[in-house]
C-alpha cells in the first residue's frame, strides 16, 4: 500500500470542506484537480508530515485508490484515478486510459480546472463546448479530450462520514432520531439518491479508511437498539 498525508491549512481547507454540501459532478472534479496540484506542491514541502493533524488529505494507493479529506467532525472520499509514480524522491501522476499516457502536471490541472468553469461547459448549445475543447486539442494536448471523457464518464466513489450534532437534534425533538443519526455516513451526494448509515459512536480516519478498504475484513450493519 502507498499512503501519503498532508496537512491542511486553514484556507485550503475551506476550499475541501464547503460550507454547503457538495451536489454535483463539477464540485468533485474541481476538489480531485485542486487536491492533485496541492500533494504535488506539498510533497516537496514541511507539510508532508508524521505529525498528528485532524485538517488533512491523505491518499490511499491499493487495489483501491481513493483521496480522504479529513477533519475533526468530517471526513469523505473520492476516486484518485491517477497512475502514481514515486522516483527518485520524486511524485508523479499519470492518466493512462483508452493507450493514452499524459502527466497530471500544473497545466494540465490548469487546463481541466478551466474547461469545467469556462461558460461554454454550461452552454445550452453542444457546439460551444466542443470549440473549447478543439482549442485544447489543438493548442495543449490532441488527446485532451479522452482524459475529459474520462474524468466525466468515471464513478467518483464519494463517501462521507459526518458528526451532525443539530441535524440529530432536530430529529429527537421529532421522534426521528434513527433517521439522522449523530455519527453517520452519507452516500452519494444527489438529493434523490443519498442515504445515510448510522454508527455507533465516533470513527478516525483510520477506521473509515479500514470501513472501505475492500483487502480488509467487511463491516456488518445492525439495527439500532
Known amino acids: 500500500m502507498k499512503k501519503y498525508e498532508f496537512k491542511l491549512n486553514q484556507q485550503v481547507c475551506a476550499s475541501f470542506f464547503p460550507r454547503h454540501l ?24 514541511e507539510n508532508k508530515t508524521e505529525e498528528l493533524s485532524f485538517k488533512k488529505i491523505i491518499l490511499v494507493v ?9 477533519k475533526e467532525d468530517k471526513i469523505y472520499s473520492i476516486i484518485f484515478p491517477f497512475t502514481v509514480n514515486e522516483e527518485a524522491n520524486k511524485l508523479k501522476f499519470i492518466f493512462q486510459k483508452e493507450g493514452v499516457e499524459l502527466e497530471v502536471d500544473h497545466e494540465l490541472i490548469s487546463n481541466v480546472i478551466s474547461t469545467i468553469k469556462n461558460k461554454s461547459f454550461h452552454s445550452s448549445h453542444s457546439m460551444d463546448f466542443a470549440d473549447e475543447i478543439d482549442s485544447l486539442e489543438s493548442n495543449y494536448n490532441k488527446d485532451f479530450w479522452i482524459l475529459m471523457r474520462n474524468l466525466l464518464l ?9 458528526i451532525d450534532p443539530d441535524g440529530y437534534k432536530n430529529a429527537k425533538e421529532k421522534g426521528k432520531e434513527h433517521t439522522h443519526p449523530l455519527h453517520h455516513f452519507d452516500i452519494f451526494y444527489t438529493s434523490n439518491i443519498t442515504f445515510k448509515l448510522g454508527m455507533e459512536k465516533k470513527i478516525s480516519d483510520v477506521e473509515f479508511i479500514d470501513c472501505i478498504d475492500i483487502k480488509t475484513d467487511c463491516k456488518y450493519l445492525k439495527k439500532p437498539l
Open 154 to 162: 468515471m464513478e467518483d466513489g464519494y463517501i462521507r462520514y459526518d
Open 22 to 45: 457538495i451536489n454535483t459532478k463539477v464540485e468533485i472534479l474541481e476538489i480531485l484537480m485542486e487536491a492533485t496540484r496541492y500533494i504535488l506542491v506539498e510533497y516537496y514541502s
Open 62 to 70: 491499493d487495489k483501491m485508490s481513493r483521496l480522504f479529506f479529513c
